[in-house]
């Protein structure tokens, strides 16, 4: 039970640990089991949930045990008390399959077979086999899992009672069949998560549940459900840097890492679970300026006139950038290097050239200016100078999304926003009223395919939540730009960029309180 970093809600936490090592869960878990079998209690299925009335000692047992959520003060029936839970479909169901202690009514009628309730619960929700074997694997070992939509993920672990403790993973369930929780393949998505649970002190835990290509006909496929558990967390190289240098003895093997930003752990190698919409406009209120002379700064040069300077500047000395892998890298001189640093056009490279800077541009920044801007040519290795759709198809081989990144890109763009990468906060774009070190950025920019769903972000309420909640988090708006094709062929070249359009959608949290301060305000 005792782990560095378990957070205690009571101010004097040894009062706490020692309350909850006195009753642990598994206790308080078979206290439950038996007082329900006794009684032979019976939950009604409704929907997506499971009611059951139970008496007063039994609503104490179900809450010291943290099984679902009173909805109902209190019932009288010839004069007792009677309490009404609400249970999820994974808790109704453990305590009816694995507990054996909830009888399930559906319709008038005694469900005495749990692969009857199997095949209901699969009915009411498509994903019910995987989400239950990631409930039932961590209530086996003692931990309490609440779900915890607010937080962008399936469910949150507890060491004990949340009101003992703070929850200490977000938990993310994802299956072999690749049905659910699809956004951790996409690098924004993940960030946004890692970056969210950071925020609120939990790790992000990733439950694989493999089916071993069993059906999932009946009960007897979750003995066949193998887990794995892995957990995800930010790698910070300063932090790491310290260590090296504290410990030179022991040197860090970062070659043993996944990726140079996470570490993929195994969750059971330290830590044991035994333990218990409207358009953008350039007229705004909540711009936040960097500095007190920034707005004059940026009304005395705008963005419109640096790209025209930058514009004519590449004209003149026919720039000419190289491709290199995923991106495309341009030489110039110290004008035009500042002139590409004012626009906001691609990151300098470090070199020991006085007289010349190099710059690295994306895809997009390079084809924004060959195409829109008509200021760059772009080269291959060999030097052979490339046209508009020889560049298009090779970004296109390199990055499958380009059209609708390039498109939503150049729609930024074309208003005079600067726009940049944002996958530090989980999506695909920042952007800026005008130079990063004047202001801070106004909106997180997610790029949705209104043609496809199949990789599509913001499809789940948790993905949605997520999001919103992260960019709330550092003082942003969530942008979603859908990206529709009006014609059935695929953009085989630049010029059938004519055929794609936009549309604007801002996505907010909406605050009752708020709401309804407001009103009274009004009526006032």
């Known amino acids: 039970m005792v782990v560095s970093g378990t957070r205690w809600k009571d101010?004097?936490?040894?009062?706490?640990?020692?309350?909850?090592?006195?009753?642990?869960?598994?206790?308080?878990?078979?206290?439950?089991?038996?007082?329900?079998?006794?009684?032979?209690?019976?939950?009604?299925?409704?929907?997506?949930?499971?009611?059951?009335?139970?008496?007063l000692k039994q609503a104490d047992l179900l809450s010291q045990a943290c099984f679902g959520c009173r909805i109902v003060t209190a019932i009288k029936d010839k004069g007792k008390q009677q309490y009404l839970y609400e249970f999820s479909l994974e808790e109704a169901f453990y305590m009816c399959h694995s507990l054996k202690c909830l009888e399930i009514i559906w319709e008038g009628k005694y469900l005495k077979n749990n692969d009857e309730i199997w095949e209901l619960m699969k009915s009411e929700r498509k994903l019910f086999p995987i989400l239950y074997k990631?409930?039932?694997?961590?209530?086996?070992?003692?931990?309490?899992?609440?779900?915890?939509?607010?937080?962008?993920?399936?469910?949150?672990?507890?060491r004990h009672h949340p009101s003992l403790v703070h929850s200490e993973y977000a938990v993310l369930v994802s299956a072999d069949n690749g049905d659910i929780n699809m956004r951790l393949t996409m690098w924004p998505s993940l960030h946004a998560a890692v970056r969210l649970e950071d925020g609120v002190a939990k790790t992000l835990?990733?439950?694989?549940?493999?089916?071993?290509?069993?059906?999932?006909?009946?009960?007897?496929?979750?003995?066949?459900?193998?887990?794995?558990?892995?957990?995800?967390?930010?790698?910070?190289?300063e932090q790491c840097h310290e260590d090296m240098f504290a410990n030179d003895e022991d040197s860090c093997d970062y070659h043993a890492q996944s990726s140079p930003h996470y570490n993929f752990n195994k969750f059971s190698t330290h830590q044991k679970l035994s333990a218990t919409s409207s358009s953008m406009t350039m007229v705004g209120l909540n711009t936040r300026w960097k500095g007190k002379g920034s707005k004059a700064m940026a009304q005395k040069h705008?963005?419109?006139?640096?790209?025209?300077?930058?514009?004519?500047?590449?004209?003149?000395?026919?720039?000419c950038g190289l491709f290199s892998g995923f991106s495309i890298v341009l030489e110039v001189g110290l004008e035009?290097?500042?002139?590409?640093?004012?626009?906001?056009?691609?990151?300098?490279?470090?070199?020991?050239n006085g007289d010349n800077q190099w710059f690295e541009l994306s895809m997009e920044e390079s084809f924004?200016?060959?195409?829109?801007?008509?200021?760059?040519?772009?080269?291959s290795k060999n030097r052979c100078v490339k046209d508009g759709d020889e560049i298009w198809e090779l970004m296109k081989s390199k990055k499958e999304s380009f059209p609708l990144s390039y498109k939503a890109y150049s729609h930024l763009r074309s208003k005079n926003w600067v726009v940049r990468s944002g996958i530090q906060y989980g999506v695909d774009f920042v952007a800026y009223r005008h130079h990063p070190s004047l202001v801070h950025s106004e909106y997180a920019v997610v790029v949705v395919d209104s043609d496809d769903n199949s990789k599509a972000r913001l499809?789940?309420?948790?993905d949605l939540h997520a999001t919103v909640r992260l960019e709330g988090g550092v003082a942003k708006t969530l942008?979603?730009?859908?990206?529709?094709?009006?014609?059935?062929?695929?953009?085989?070249?630049?010029?059938?960029?004519?055929?794609?359009?936009?549309?604007?959608q801002i996505v907010t949290r909406w605050s009752p309180e708020r709401c309804r301060e407001k009103k009274l305000e009004n009526e006032i």
């Not at 290509?213 to 193998?226: F, I, P, Q």
């Not at 705008?302 to 720039?319: H, T």
């Not at 924004?368 to 080269?379: D, F, N």
């Not at 499809?459 to 948790?462: I, K, N, V, Y």
Request: charged share 15%.
């Open 302 to 319: 705008p963005m419109s006139e640096l790209i025209n300077q930058l514009q004519s500047s590449l004209v003149q000395s026919k720039a």
């Open 134 to 158: 990631a409930y039932s694997h961590l209530r086996d070992k003692n931990w309490v899992v609440r779900s915890e939509i607010k937080y962008g993920v399936d469910f949150v672990a507890y």
């Open 368 to 379: 924004y200016l060959h195409h829109s801007l008509h200021c760059l040519k772009i080269v």
């Open 11 to 55: 101010i004097n936490s040894e009062e706490s640990e020692e309350f909850a090592l006195a009753n642990p869960m598994s206790k308080i878990v078979s206290q439950l089991q038996v007082s329900l079998v006794q009684t032979k209690a019976c939950g009604l299925l409704l929907n997506h949930s499971v009611l059951l009335e139970v008496e």
């Open 336 to 352: 035009q290097a500042d002139l590409l640093n004012r626009a906001s056009f691609g990151c300098p490279i470090l070199t020991t």
């Open 459 to 462: 499809l789940s309420w948790p």
């Open 205 to 237: 835990l990733v439950l694989h549940i493999n089916t071993n290509a069993y059906d999932s006909t009946t009960t007897s496929c979750l003995e066949h459900y193998t887990v794995e558990e892995q957990m995800i967390t930010r790698w910070n190289p």
């Open 479 to 504: 942008l979603v730009l859908h990206i529709k094709n009006n014609y059935p062929a695929p953009a085989a070249s630049f010029s059938s960029l004519n055929q794609y359009t936009v549309e604007e």
